[in-house]
């Protein structure tokens, strides 16, 4: 009897420390994926509730028509909207190939003091791809149009 006693409180152990380390190794991934994860804002969404400065989110939509304004070297000034809201994005680096007005794009970065400092800007890959993201943002704004067929 005492040798069953021992082997249940053997087991009882083994359970519990392994339930000690799943939940310490989930902390663990956590903690380490806590950079990683972006959540996706539109400009309407920023404009509602502006996310603290430390927290780095993606913002797309579309660059607003006209606001396209470049700076000394590689700064970039331009405004991205969804059609209810535009906020104002500062960008220094080099901008991909198909940036344009009018174009949908998503911006990695932070949201500091009204404007929105991207650490990387994303074009859309040709004339017809837009994230779903954006075309959910757009969409919601009522001012999405669908691509002509065969374009």
């Known amino acids: 009897m005492a040798l069953t006693s021992l082997k249940k409180k053997r087991r009882i152990q083994i359970v519990a420390l392994a339930a000690v380390a799943l939940m ?79 174009q949908g794009m998503v911006g990695t970065g932070r949201y500091v003091d009204g404007v929105f400092e991207a650490s990387e800007i994303l074009a859309r890959h040709d ?7 954006v075309v959910d943002a757009l969409k919601e704004q009522g001012v999405y149009q669908e691509p002509a067929p065969g374009s």
């Open 24 to 102: 310490g190794s989930t902390a663990l991934i956590g903690y380490a994926m806590q950079d990683g994860i972006n959540f996706f804002r539109s400009p309407s969404q920023v404009m509602a509730e502006p996310p603290t400065a430390a927290e780095t989110f993606r913002i797309g939509g579309l660059v607003e028509e006209g606001s396209l304004v470049r700076g000394d070297g590689e700064r970039i000034r331009f405004n991205v909207t969804d059609g209810g809201a535009s906020v104002p994005v500062v960008f220094s680096g080099v901008l991909p190939d198909l940036f344009a007005e009018n």
């Open 127 to 133: 004339e017809t791809y837009m994230p779903k993201e």
